[in-house]
């Protein structure tokens, strides 16, 4: 589970032709079951699924992670050192402890549906820039939580 704590991180972000998809708010990712986890943080996200950067921040806006993807290519900074994956999701579900469909946050962020097997999206307050999915299936369940401030 993703349980970092650092006092900044530093890595070059990816190329991104547009800041067209950037997002920042707060973040929490829960995980149900025997071995229950749950995190929060403020974030920035820009990009889409095949190119982007997450910025995980402490609440005193320290940076805590850094996750770059592009080009088949994915790779975590934070004070645990370097992770590095070919895949984008299998590195999320790594540091998450459970999957997480990045494709589908992009889309749910700018306020469309997008179905995923096992996931339920909740869009009705994404005019307000909150958006809720929770994963019903592969067990456990998790819930996902999002508030934007841009």
């Known amino acids: 589970m993703l349980s970092l704590v650092v006092t900044g991180c530093a890595s070059r972000a990816p190329a991104i032709a547009s800041d067209t998809n950037f997002w920042t708010g707060r973040l929490a990712l829960q995980v149900e079951g025997r071995d229950a986890q749950s995190f929060s943080a403020l974030f920035e996200l820009r990009g889409d699924d095949q190119r982007g950067e997450l910025v995980l921040l402490s609440p005193l806006g320290n940076r805590v992670a850094q996750l770059t993807w592009t080009d088949g290519r994915a790779e975590l900074v934070s004070s645990e050192g370097r992770?590095?994956?070919?895949?984008?999701?299998?590195?999320?579900?790594?540091?998450?402890?459970?999957?997480?469909?990045?494709?589908?946050?992009?889309?749910?962020?700018?306020?469309?549906?997008?179905?995923?097997?096992?996931?339920?999206a909740d869009l009705?307050?994404?005019?307000?820039?909150?958006?809720?999915?929770?994963?019903?299936?592969?067990?456990?369940?998790?819930?996902?939580r999002i508030a934007l401030t841009r």
């Open 83 to 120: 992770r590095s994956s070919s895949s984008l999701d299998t590195l999320v579900e790594d540091v998450a402890g459970t999957p997480v469909p990045i494709a589908a946050l992009f889309e749910w962020l700018k306020g469309r549906p997008m179905a995923v097997p096992g996931w339920e």
């Open 124 to 144: 009705s307050a994404s005019a307000e820039g909150r958006v809720t999915a929770r994963r019903h299936s592969p067990p456990p369940a998790a819930s996902l």
